[in-house]
Every structure is written in C-alpha cells, then in structure tokens.
C-alpha cells in the first residue's frame, strides 16, 4: 500500500489506426509459446505490437453469453494490435512463414479490440468481478 505523490507519463503519438488480429490456438501452453516466440524474433525485426493480450477458454467463453452469440471461438487466444500499416504488414508476413495459426476475421478481431474498453460488461454474468488491467512493456 502507498500514496502516489508524483507520475511521469510517457505518451505516444496518435496512431494512424488500429490494426488488431485475434490467433486462436489449442490450448493456454500454445498461445504463451507463440507470445514467447514471437517477441524473441519481434525484437530482432523491430516487430513491436503496441498491445498482446492473452485470452482463455474461459474469457471467450464469457465474451460469447455477454454477446449472446458464438462468434468466438472456445479455445486459448491472443489478441495482437499494431498502430500503423507498415507494421502490420510485416506481421502478416510473420504469420505467414509461421505455419498454420488460426486467425479470426478482422470484423472479429476488430469487435474485441473496441471492447476493451467495457471491462465491466462482464459484471452482467453475475459473477464477482475486479476489474483490473496490467500492462507490461
């Protein structure tokens, strides 16, 4: 526990978009491999998204009754955003020489991403929620 006193924020400029893909895969053990893998080799191509978050079975699950709906699939995600074309092309490529990973549509992709930002939704399943939110760089 403490008192923040002071905070030094360090902004990025606007980005000319959002360019989120949503990876399906097997099972939690897959999608943290391909993180691992995939930040190991982003580093060395300067292939740095601005968000990577994990999903489990579970929070898909919960994002599919919230939408009343089975538009995501059931199993481990990771959901990728990138602020600029150039980037996100050379992620494309990425995924190409990659093998085989599922990728849900872009309307897909694009709908989880905007509802980041409606954490508490998830209150209406009527389980107890904390809402909290960890980033790291």
């Known amino acids: 526990m403490g008192i923040v006193v002071e905070v030094t924020l360090k902004l990025r400029d606007v980005p000319q978009g959002t360019y989120p893909h949503l990876l399906y895969?097997?099972?939690d053990a897959e999608a943290y491999e391909f993180i691992d893998a995939f930040l190991k080799e982003a580093d060395a191509n300067k292939l740095t998204p601005d968000t990577i978050r994990f999903l489990d079975e579970n929070s898909m699950e919960d994002i599919n009754e919230i939408m009343r709906s089975g538009?995501?699939?059931k199993s481990a995600a990771v959901l990728?955003?990138?602020s600029n074309s150039e980037t996100d092309g050379h992620f494309l490529q990425y995924l190409?020489?990659?093998g085989k990973?599922?990728?849900a549509p872009a309307y897909v992709s694009s709908y989880l991403w905007n509802e980041r930002l409606f954490g508490m939704k998830t209150k209406r399943l009527g389980r107890?929620?904390?809402p909290v939110k960890s980033l790291f760089p």
């Open 80 to 82: 990728i955003e990138f």
């Open 96 to 98: 190409a020489k990659h």
């Open 128 to 130: 107890p929620f904390l």
């Open 71 to 73: 538009v995501f699939k």
């Open 25 to 27: 895969f097997k099972g």
């Open 101 to 103: 990973i599922e990728e």
